[in-house]
């Protein structure tokens, strides 16, 4: 199942049954649950976790040491949940002390080609990043996200579960749920990501009450302050509208409007 030419640093944990391919490198403080099969030509290094039956292809880079100045060699972290797939090229960095030590990804992503997913980035689970998005650090993805070719996401941003961004968006400000930008360099939201929400059982009664908060939101000229206290009156009909609110209220660089 390890290739005669992958190189396993003494320390590393590996299940049994996890595949390695040729000339890929586990560092010494890697753990790689059942399942998980690593190609060749793979680097897996520092105080790494992995679950179960993930799929790394070839020329990835994950746990690597970040980008971060401040960096001092602190045994920051990464941890990886389980069913992802890390196309070729993709490179994920671990965490730094000025945040909680940890980039985490939970479950059943997709990272297609080239993907960067800097320190301390929190993804959550069933979201699809296009060839050569970027996440700069200390961003928050939510669930059920698709972040499209060439995007770039600013650090500190959040994207909010359920949100749909186009190809080449240059994202600046956070994006609340269930909502579709477009836009390039001039991001702008145009909408309720309708199609995704059918596709994932929302009814057609939730979905008009996320449209009813798009418009409160986009449409009536308010301050986020008071779109946020109409919301609030409305939550109690559609609890996704409440997840639209608890969203707003925990925004910090502003919404994408």
Same mark, same amino acid.
């Given at each position: 199942?390890?290739?005669k030419?992958a ?7 590996i ?20 399942g998980?099969?690593?190609?060749? #030509?793979?680097v897996?290094?520092? #105080?790494?976790?992995?679950?179960k039956?993930?799929q790394?292809y070839?020329?990835s880079s ?12 602190e045994?920051?972290q ?15 960095h671990r ?40 996440l ?5 993805v939510?669930?059920?996200v ?5 995007c770039?996401? #600013? ?17 600046t400000?956070d994006?609340?749920?269930?909502l ?11 909408g ?8 994932r059982?929302f009814?057609?009664?939730?979905i ?8 409160v939101?986009?449409?009536q ?7 946020t206290?109409?919301?609030d ?5 559609c609890?996704?509208?409440?997840d639209?609110?608890?969203f ?8 994408v409007r």
């Amino acid at each position: 199942m390890i290739h005669k030419t992958a190189i396993i640093e003494k320390g590393a944990e590996i299940a049994s049954d996890v595949e390695i391919g040729p000339y890929s490198i586990i560092g010494a403080n890697v753990k790689i649950d059942e399942g998980t099969r690593v190609g060749p #030509h793979v680097v897996i290094n520092g #105080h790494t976790t992995i679950g179960k039956n993930n799929q790394f292809y070839q020329f990835s880079s994950v746990g690597e040491v970040n980008q971060d100045k401040k960096y001092a060699g602190e045994p920051t972290q990464l941890v990886i949940g389980d069913n992802n797939i890390v196309r070729e090229g993709v490179t994920i960095h671990r965490g730094t002390v000025q945040d909680k030590g940890i980039t985490s990804i939970e479950n059943d992503n997709l990272l297609m080609a080239y993907v960067h997913v800097a320190h301390d980035c929190v993804i959550g689970s069933h979201n699809i990043l296009g060839n050569t998005a970027a996440l700069a650090g200390h961003v928050i993805v939510g669930d059920y996200v698709n972040i499209n070719g060439y995007c770039g996401i #600013h650090q500190f941003c959040q994207i909010g579960s359920h949100a749909f961004i186009a190809h080449a968006c240059l994202v600046t400000k956070d994006i609340p749920p269930f909502l579709m930008v477009v836009g390039g360099k001039d991001t702008t939201v145009c909408g309720i990501n309708v199609e995704g929400l059918k596709r994932r059982g929302f009814s057609p009664e939730d979905i008009q009450w996320l449209r009813r908060a798009y418009k409160v939101i986009y449409r009536q000229g308010l301050r986020v302050a008071d779109a946020t206290e109409e919301l609030d009156k409305m939550a109690s009909e559609c609890a996704y509208v409440g997840d639209f609110a608890a969203f707003l209220k925990t925004s910090h660089r502003g919404i994408v409007r």
